[in-house]
């Protein structure tokens, strides 16, 4: 079968392979039928061979985490055949730490976890794949194509109840969230903001393209300049840029008790000038709370598959700015300026 594949740490070795083994019965009882696989910054990342690793006793990795498929047979009952489905894609370490013993692997301790196309475990960017009952998610059969969107909102869940959890600390009533970065994790964390009923507010570079109608269309306020220039102090912040100068603003700019995540991933390298002891100071005299936040448990996939099913599905298909055949792999993998989120086609 068809398999896109990459040796990691080898630049250039992307390739799609036409006689990849079928997928061996010990990787679950589940059998599903690709339908589509989400692209996001780790695939490049690990096409660039920064990032990556072969499942033991291989050179080669399956790419693909962010996977949308149908069941073709589930002899343990828990799906039907038909049933649309997603892989969840971190598996616990095998010690077990703490965390991955009780099923939160995205808080994994020792760093010996596996993740499906991206650390030690074949991807989902195959025709077709298996999957353990405990990390198969059903997805709404209404949600169509739009289901591949499912592992991005899952760390945006996880994102939102870990700032729930610490809210939690005291009276919490927050009125105003800023997300930003209005990439695909940041609408949809932006998206999960306007759930909760919250007064949104979505800032990035960007006046052009579909970002600012996507935040509109939330009921969301666009915003474009720098975070500290804003009229008001936002009580939650998402930060997904991971851009140095956009981290040290937020952090100075959350209201009194406010709590901000930061979801962006940094490449490093970047120095910026900070006075660590006026933040320390704004930091301790507001009690506010900056935690980072990665990945997602089962208890997250639930709750994005439940956020998935409430949200608009036209607007949730409007954040595919583009859907790539699996015979044009390759350009999937190099988004333009004005994509969002690109996903490969496996029924083309
Ligand atoms: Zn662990």
């Known amino acids: 079968m068809r398999a896109v594949t990459v040796i990691p740490g080898v630049p250039g070795s992307l390739r799609l392979l036409d006689d990849y083994p079928e997928p061996a019965t010990e990787e679950g009882a589940i059998l599903v039928e690709a339908l589509a696989v989400g692209i996001c910054g780790t695939d490049i990342e690990i096409i660039e061979g920064h990032y990556g690793e072969a499942p033991p006793g291989t050179d080669h990795l399956v790419l693909g985490h962010e996977a949308l498929g149908r069941v073709m047979e589930d002899p343990t009952g828990t799906l039907q055949p038909g049933d649309l489905v997603a892989g969840i894609v971190r598996h616990p ?8 013993a009780v099923g939160e692997w995205d808080m994994c301790r020792n ?3 596996t993740e499906h196309g991206i650390k030690a ?7 077709r794949w298996r999957l353990q009952p405990r990390f198969a998610v059903g997805l709404h059969p209404a949600l169509g194509e739009v289901g591949v969107l499912l592992e991005p909102t899952s760390v945006m869940a996880k994102a939102w109840d870990h700032i729930d959890r610490i809210g939690q600390r005291a009276e919490w009533q927050p009125r105003t969230a800023l997300v930003t970065g209005a990439g695909p994790i940041g609408l949809l964390a932006a998206l999960l903001a306007s759930q909760r009923g919250l007064a949104v507010h979505v800032l990035d570079l960007a006046t052009e393209g579909p970002k600012p109608a996507l935040a509109g269309a939330l009921g969301a306020t666009y915003h474009s300049g720098p975070v500290d220039q804003l009229d008001f102090e936002p009580d939650i912040i998402i930060e997904c840029t991971g851009a140095p100068v956009v981290v040290l603003e937020a952090m100075c700019k959350v209201a009194p008790t406010g709590i901000v995540c930061l979801a962006g991933v940094s490449t490093g390298g970047r120095t910026i000038e900070l ?5 320390n100071r704004t930091l301790v005299l507001e009690n506010n709370v900056v935690f980072g936040s990665v990945n997602a448990n089962r208890r997250h996939w639930e709750a994005a598959a439940e956020a998935l099913a409430r949200a608009d599905q036209a607007w949730l298909g409007s954040l595919i700015t583009r859907r790539v055949p699996l015979s044009e792999y390759a350009s999937a993998y190099s988004p333009g300026p004005e994509d969002i989120k690109v996903v490969l086609d496996f029924t083309a």
């Open 93 to 100: 370490d095998p010690l077990p730490c703490p965390n991955c």
């Open 111 to 113: 760093g010996m976890f």
């Open 121 to 127: 475990l074949p991807g989902f960017a195959r025709q």
């Open 275 to 279: 006075d660590a002891g006026a933040l």
